[in-house]
Structure formats: structure tokens, C-alpha cells
């Protein structure tokens, strides 16, 4: 083994890379964004209970819910084994050669900081991480650490890099099957935010004046019954919709009395339908 190269810093994805780094003394390849991010989650750095409490009410998670979203310290860490304390920078568009082919590095953002995805045209064969999955939606959330992310318009505004690729090409996705047909699965996955953005859009616009916490709108997202795991990736998720709503100046903020509430601007009526052709891909399992 020459190298390791991780996508992102998630644990499913990185958890063994400094175990392999350390057995084949090799070195880590991975973008700062996300090198830097799993140095920090494993220390505990990321997110104090102050600060995840605060960004909770906030946005409108009452008092008794707040335990819910409780994290265990070192919970991160024991996932992931201890990464060397030196890596090799992949950055964005910088081509690196594996196997004697040219490769290139495609950075997305909204499901990790700086989320490395690698493209041979040489091969025609993409290695997507979890950028683009074929079968399920790429969990997009805010989190307390970055309160203000508008995380869903990057995610989406990230996919243009990945439409300058051939129709044709094979991606090999982190979870589920290789797949071809990219371009279709982009559309696809614009379409299904499209139409959770308006029915948030519409769920709001009901609220009138009053408007919505980022908490009254997550049984609007996701309707069905939610673990304590679950719940914490589907109101990060919420929130990444109200924040690409707000973006989009179909919803603005008011804060009332510290807490921030999202009041509909435009008349989901004279919006234009979106079609959704994969309701099933909303989940919340792809970290
Ligand atoms: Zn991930």
C-alpha cells in the first residue's frame, strides 16, 4: 500500500485510516477542510453542550427535547482510530495519479466541510464518496459549529461540477451500488429538494404572520417517527432547507424574543410545481 486517501471526515468513511496509515506506514491523504475537521472532532473541539444548547433554542427545540440531542464525549474518537499528525493535501480541480492514471479532485460542501470526490477520464469511472449516491439523498445539515451554514445551496451548487462530466461515466458511490446514468441522478436529487423546499415554502405560508421554527417544520420534512440518532441529522437537515429557502428569499427571519422564526414571502400557490420523481430518497442514513 502506497497511500490512503479518505473523502470525508465522517467515521464510517475515515474510522480506519490511521489504523491502515499506521500498519503499511502510510502516509493520509485527504483536503485540509477535512483532515483538520476529523483532528478536531476527535479531540472534542467541534461542539460544547453550551453551544449545541443554544443553537437548539434557538431555533425553537423546547427546553425538554433538548436531551435528545445530547453527544457523548468521545463518542467521535472511539469510531475513529488516530490519524497521523501529518497529511498530503488534495485540493479542489489539483490532479493526483493512482494506479498510473490521472485522477482529479472534485470538492463538494453542505455533507462535510471540504469532501474530496476523484475523477478519471482516463477511465471514465468516478469515485463519488458520498457527494452523489444512487439510491438514498446525501444527508445535508446545519450543525451548532456552524450555525449560519447554508449548507443545501452549496451542496446543490457543488453538483455543477459534477455535470461537466460524461453522461456515460460509472460512479462508484460510498453506500450502494455503482451506477451509471449521473446526470439523471442530479436532476433527480434537484427535483427532490425542489419539492421539500416547497412544501416547507407551503407549511410556512399556513403560519401566516407567526411563521415557523426550524422544530415545527421538521415533522413537515420528515413525517414519520424519528429515533434519537435520527432526529439530530433530520433537524440539521431542516434547518439546511430553511436556510436555502431564506437564500432564496422565499422565507425570511425574525427573531422573537432570541428565537428565530422563518415567515413565508412569496405564495407557494404561484410557485411553480416541482415534481419529485424519487419521494423514497429523503432518509437520513447516509453520514
Ligand atoms: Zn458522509
Not at 421554527?213 to 433530520?234: C, E, K, S, Y
Request: charged share 20%.
Amino acid at each position: 500500500m502506497t497511500r490512503v486517501i479518505a473523502t470525508h471526515l465522517h467515521p464510517d468513511h475515515v474510522g480506519l485510516a490511521g489504523w491502515l496509515c499506521a500498519k503499511w506506514n502510510a502516509p493520509l491523504w485527504m483536503t485540509l477542510g477535512e483532515y483538520m475537521s476529523a483532528q478536531a472532532a476527535r479531540n472534542d473541539f467541534v461542539e460544547s453542550d453550551e453551544i449545541r444548547a443554544a443553537h437548539l433554542a434557538r431555533n425553537g427545540v423546547p427546553a425538554d427535547r433538548i436531551s435528545l440531542f445530547h453527544r457523548h464525549k468521545g463518542g467521535y474518537a472511539k469510531g475513529v482510530a488516530p490519524l497521523p499528525p501529518a497529511f498530503k493535501r488534495l485540493i479542489h480541480a489539483h490532479p493526483v495519479t493512482i494506479g498510473g492514471h490521472r485522477w482529479d479532485v472534485i470538492v463538494g460542501r453542505g455533507h462535510a466541510p471540504e469532501h474530496a470526490s476523484l475523477w478519471c477520464p482516463e477511465l471514465n469511472v468516478m469515485i463519488a464518496g458520498d457527494q452523489v449516491l444512487p439510491k438514498i439523498s446525501t444527508n445535508v445539515g446545519v450543525w451548532p459549529n456552524e450555525p449560519e451554514a447554508d449548507a443545501l445551496t452549496w451542496f446543490l451548487d457543488g453538483f455543477s461540477r459534477f455535470r461537466r462530466l460524461p453522461a456515460n461515466a460509472l460512479v462508484l458511490p460510498s453506500h450502494g451500488f455503482p451506477f451509471v446514468g449521473l446526470h439523471t441522478r442530479l436532476d433527480q436529487l434537484v427535483a427532490h429538494h425542489d419539492a421539500r423546499l416547497n412544501d416547507m415554502t407551503t407549511a410556512i405560508a399556513r403560519r401566516g404572520a407567526e411563521g415557523a421554527t426550524g422544530w415545527d417544520m421538521v415533522p413537515v420534512l420528515f413525517p414519520r417517527h424519528l429515533d434519537n440518532n435520527q432526529i439530530v441529522f433530520a433537524f440539521g437537515e431542516t434547518l439546511a432547507h430553511l436556510h436555502c429557502l431564506e437564500s432564496r428569499a422565499r422565507v425570511k427571519r425574525v427573531v422573537v424574543a432570541g428565537v428565530h422564526r422563518f415567515v413565508a414571502l412569496v405564495d407557494p400557490a404561484n410557485e411553480p410545481p416541482a415534481d419529485d420523481p424519487s419521494p423514497e430518497v429523503m432518509d437520513v442514513g447516509a453520514v
